[in-house]
């Protein structure tokens, strides 16, 4: 029976010892490597006494994270990945919020991890060479069970302070599963990994490689600025499969980049979190014509991805691409704002029921209750399911369709993004009256207007030393005062038609 | 080169690109800015930069942008 995610490491380990496992072009870890070396950070762990609580990990990309990620879940721990190039005020709101005992880091963020607080850092390299104690190791196996946490990995929150979203090992093997059934994934995947691996975004490519004993490459991150380098570096280890954001794509084929260069290997490519601009999708369309594209749809409070679509051809311009079905073993619910079923075509939000829904917010019983609810259609037993609050529709081929947000969640350059954790941050400027946040979606900017005493560039300097750098407002223009409803609430609608209109007169770019 | 400081100095303020010759080895550009940084220079100076000019060498700082911009120009 499989009940832990460490039996699919174990198997391919067993099967496979000297395959590439991970690599980011360098540096690279067999499968029998990863094992040893996850099994010596698993028995410090556990020769330290730490069992069953969160490890924080703060160490740049680079192969040995996955070490470090599965040497947690030895231990019988869960990792926490932080985003090492986070302002370090919200590094330490997050570790305020998960109060780990203990911290795993590399050299470089070594003084970093240490100034955070009350936590003992060990040193990733002075733990990878400690014996494996096997008895041990078997001891908590045996103690072990599948709704016992893997990860906490941390998302954008409305109030300013970032969510921990908690999964288990039986919602990613549910995850793993049904998620490369529907991609058809096997041993033959090379994986070209993007996202961060401080994300669930990364369980696609990991976990798959650990099932089937696939191998992924961790590419580079400053290779994304350059189109036709990264293009070779696909090239130059035979990636055949990539599961990317949007903008990631489109800064490849916006540029110029597949006239020149072509991913002669590139098999597969899902990508999520964004809508796919239309002529941009057929740029890669008409560059790859045999290969299969994936429309990805998921919360990480749903462990990854939740549905799927395979786009056959190409995209009528003015098309959408919908976001399709959902994996096996998953169900979703479009729920009208009376709490019942939507009407065929009609808009509802999107519920999700399964396996997937994932344990809720560490330490957040309160927020954790607002989104993980009883489901509004069953009365009649206990059944938690997670409000999404992105809104969809059936279209005629039963094919779900995204629409928008109910609140002011943001999905920009793939991170997703609450505008209200923004507005904290500026709000917490003790010059600043009062902010709000929009977002220009045809532009992919962030705009803030703001009252108060603070000057723009100011503000703007404030504003870098709590939040990461996808989160900074592209434009920040000071108002005498907010437009306000007759109720007395901020009038987002009006600061819209405002920002429009000074966008028609050009005047908008005040951060000269 | 004023207006290119201009539209560098839109996406980072707080540099001072005048002086900074590390603009893609010191992390200052990132995956973000380039296609915006690429769209407003072609835009600005009425050029195409070709996807293979798109290297390292030729970002990392306001000297070596120019000096593509003057070579697309010129060609």
């Not at chain 1, 096996?328 to 396996?355: C, F, H, Q, S, V």
């Not at chain 1, 010059?431 to 045809?442: K, P, T």
């Not at chain 1, 750098?469 to 907010?482: E, F, G, N, Q, T």
């Not at chain 2, 800015?33 to 996807?51: F, K, M, R, W």
């Amino acid at each position: 029976m499989l009940t832990n995610i460490l039996q699919y490491l174990e198997a391919t380990a067993a099967r496979l010892p000297d395959k590439i496992a991970f690599s980011d072009g360098c540096d690279s870890l067999t499968f029998a490597e990863l094992q040893k070396a996850a099994k010596s950070i698993g028995s410090r762990l556990a020769a330290r006494g730490f069992r069953r609580e969160p490890v924080m990990i703060m160490m740049d990309r680079h192969p040995n994270v996955l070490s470090a990620f599965f040497g947690v879940v030895y231990a019988g721990c869960f990792y926490v990945p932080v985003d090492t190039e986070m302002p370090e005020l919200r590094l330490r709101t997050t570790f305020n919020s998960l109060a780990p005992r203990i911290i795993i880091s590399d050299r470089s963020n070594y003084q970093k991890a240490a100034r955070l607080g009350q936590a003992e850092v060990l040193l990733f390299d002075g733990m990878r060479g400690f014996p494996p104690d096997e008895k041990l190791l078997s001891q908590i196996r045996e103690n072990q069970i599948d709704t016992d946490p893997i990860y906490i990995v941390f998302t954008s929150g409305s109030t300013g302070v970032p969510k921990g979203v908690a999964a288990c090992h039986r919602s990613v093997i549910d995850y793993t599963e049904s998620f490369c059934e529907a991609l058809g994934l096997s041993e033959d995947c090379v994986f070209g990994n993007q996202t961060p691996l401080h994300f669930d975004a990364p369980l696609k490519e990991i976990m798959t490689t650990i099932k089937y004993g696939a191998t992924t490459y961790l590419i580079p991150k400053k290779l994304f600025l350059f189109p036709v380098p990264l293009v070779e570096h696909l090239n130059e280890h035979k990636i055949n499969t990539i599961c990317w954001v949007v903008s990631a794509l489109c800064t490849i084929s916006a540029l110029g980049a597949l006239d020149i260069a072509r991913p002669r290997y590139l098999k597969k490519i899902a990508f999520g979190s964004e809508v796919f601009p239309v002529k941009q999708f057929n740029i890669w369309r008409d560059a790859l014509p045999d290969a299969e594209f994936y429309n990805l749809y998921g919360p990480t409070e749903c462990t990854g991805m939740s549905c799927w679509y395979k786009v056959e051809g190409r995209v009528p311009e003015g098309g959408t691409i919908p976001i399709g079905r959902p994996f096996r073993n998953t169900r979703i619910m479009l729920i009208d704002e009376n709490g019942k079923e939507a009407a065929p075509g009609e808009p509802g939000e999107i519920y999700i029921a399964g396996t997937c829904v994932t344990l809720g917010y560490y330490n957040n019983p309160g927020k954790t209750d607002e989104a993980f609810v009883q489901n509004p259609l069953n009365r009649s037993y206990r059944e938690i399911v997670y409000k999404t609050g992105d809104i969809a529709r059936l279209n005629e081929r039963g094919e779900l369709v995204f629409i928008s947000r109910r609140d002011s969640q943001i999905k920009h350059m793939g991170h997703r993004i609450e505008l209200g954790e923004i507005e904290a941050a500026a709000d917490s400027h003790e010059r600043v009256a009062r902010s709000c946040c929009l977002y220009d979606s045809e532009n992919k900017k962030i705009v803030m207007y703001y009252t108060g005493e603070a000057g723009q560039g100011e503000l703007l300097a404030y504003l870098k030393d709590y939040l990461p750098r996808y989160m900074l407002p592209a434009v920040i223009k000071k108002l005498d005062s907010l437009p306000l409803t007759p109720n007395g609430k901020l009038d987002r609608q009006a600061l819209k038609k405002l920002y429009k209109d000074s966008e028609n007169e050009g005047t908008h770019k005040n951060l000269k | 080169m004023k207006a290119l400081i201009k539209i560098l100095n839109e996406l980072h303020p707080e540099v001072n690109f005048e002086a900074e010759t590390a603009l893609v080895d010191g992390g200052i550009l990132d995956s973000l800015d380039i296609v915006t940084l690429i769209t407003e220079i072609n835009q600005e100076y009425d050029v195409s930069i070709p996807a293979q000019e798109i290297t390292p060498e030729n970002f990392n700082s306001v000297g070596a942008i120019m000096r593509l911009i003057k070579k697309i120009d010129e060609a």
